[in-house]
């Protein structure tokens, strides 16, 4: 949904440009269409009972949440707070899983007033927890267990979750152990599984390694007369940043069918974040000056890491252009922001444009783990975020004053 016309860079019907000028940089811009078009594309392609559930933690504005909402989408939620943006954004609080290795008892109390689908249970001490609070609320907590396969995604070390140096979920080797117990428990209502091994894949063939031995477990739980009604298949479907090749969704549909065939009235629950809007979101920053040292250039931009910090965290890859093209020469440089860190940059070496003071720069595949990971590193205000619709465009977050920036505090 982003695209050049005559050299300038649009948002569905809309000029970023223009845009720029009425809610000024630095700048999110959302395309709803693209959310849209990706939750449809996966939807379409997992043929049997599933339910799509959004990973707030990706892009947590309620005009993104709404959106998936109205397609029917439920939410992968790592906190309280998440369970309350889902509910302020209109989501069916009983289509939501909550997942994370450390909720609190107030979260846990939260989520079983909102009546949500289940639990994500992801150690011993937690199940021992939920009970509790489950116990004293007069309540059933729902719940699946997270288990860690001990499977490679070949992804990043940073967003690898399914090895067993991870801190997440029980291990398949403890993971019955789990359910029994759970079993025994008055409160404790026993969903389903689940699993997650890791973000940004784009080869698919370790989510079929992983789902072969859920697949064996859930066997073998069966055997004891523990039947799982919900497969919680997790997420991490990637997305092209640079020249990675597109997720084979025909054959991830295919391995899901294969891996789970002994299970044909269990739904399916997908938690994906990244791949329903990494590329459905940019981030415009304006030049503010450019200088060389000794040769080398660079160009420093109103945005900063503390607005887009995956290329300081990963030294993530995100493609950059101006926004209007001027058919001018290249030059090698880092384009920079204005915080007082070695590791303020969004590129560094990078073959660009040469660009002039109040150029208009997209840093593009921004939508996911963009302004959810914004901070206020140097009493920075967080950047305004706007949705477009066609040749419509919202503000969906006004950017932040200074007065937000000390609210709460006192001398």
């Given amino acids: 949904m982003f695209y050049y016309k005559n050299n300038e860079l649009y948002v569905e019907d809309m000029k970023v440009a223009d845009i720029a000028l009425e809610f000024k940089t630095p700048l999110y811009i959302y395309s709803k269409s693209h959310f849209e078009t990706q939750y449809k594309k996966l939807d379409e ?95 059933t907590a729902p719940v699946s267990f997270r288990v860690n396969p001990n499977v490679d995604p070949k992804t990043h070390p940073y967003i690898s979750t399914g090895l067993k140096k991870n801190k997440f979920g029980i291990s398949h080797t403890q993971i019955v152990d789990a359910y ?53 298949i997790g997420g991490g479907l990637g997305v092209v940043y640079e020249n990675e090749k597109e997720p084979d969704l025909d054959q991830y549909a295919n391995f899901i069918n294969e891996a789970f065939k002994d299970f044909p009235d269990s739904m399916i629950v997908l938690e994906p974040g990244r791949f329903l809007v990494a590329n459905g979101g940019i981030f415009v920053t304006k030049v503010l000056y450019r200088k060389q040292n000794e040769g080398k250039n660079f160009i420093i931009v109103d945005g900063a890491m503390n607005d887009l ?30 915080i007082c860190e070695s590791g303020d940059f969004f590129a560094r070496s990078r073959e660009i444009d040469s660009l002039e003071r109040n150029d208009l720069v997209s840093i593009f595949s921004s939508g996911a783990y963009g302004f959810t990971m914004a901070s206020n590193y140097n009493s920075r205000c967080k950047p305004a975020e706007v949705l477009v619709d066609k040749d419509k465009v919202k503000l969906v977050r006004a950017r932040e004053t200074f007065e937000d920036l000390i609210r709460g505090e006192t001398i």
């Fill in 309 to 338: 910090i995956r290329p300081s965290l990963y030294d993530a890859y995100h493609k950059i252009e101006p926004v209007v093209k001027k058919n001018a020469k290249k030059i090698t440089a880092d384009i920079v922001g204005p």
């Fill in 180 to 232: 029994k117990k759970a079993s025994q428990m008055k409160h404790i209502s026993i969903k389903g599984i689940q699993f997650h091994i890791g973000s940004q894949l784009t080869d698919v063939s370790p989510f079929f390694e992983a789902q072969i031995k859920v697949a064996h477990i859930m066997r073998e739980l069966l055997s004891l007369g523990i039947k799982l009604d919900i497969i919680d």
């Fill in 45 to 139: 392609k997992i043929t049997r009972r599933h339910l799509i559930c959004f990973a707030l933690k990706a892009n947590s504005n309620l005009a993104v949440i709404n959106t998936f909402a109205k397609l029917g989408a439920g939410a992968d939620v790592v906190s309280a707070g998440e369970i309350f943006r889902a509910k302020k954004a209109g989501l069916d609080t009983t289509k939501i899983v909550f997942s994370g290795v450390g909720k609190t008892p107030d979260e846990i109390k939260y989520a079983l007033e909102n009546n949500i689908l289940m639990f994500n249970i992801e150690s011993f001490e937690e199940l021992e927890e939920i009970e509790k609070v489950a116990c004293l609320l007069n309540k």
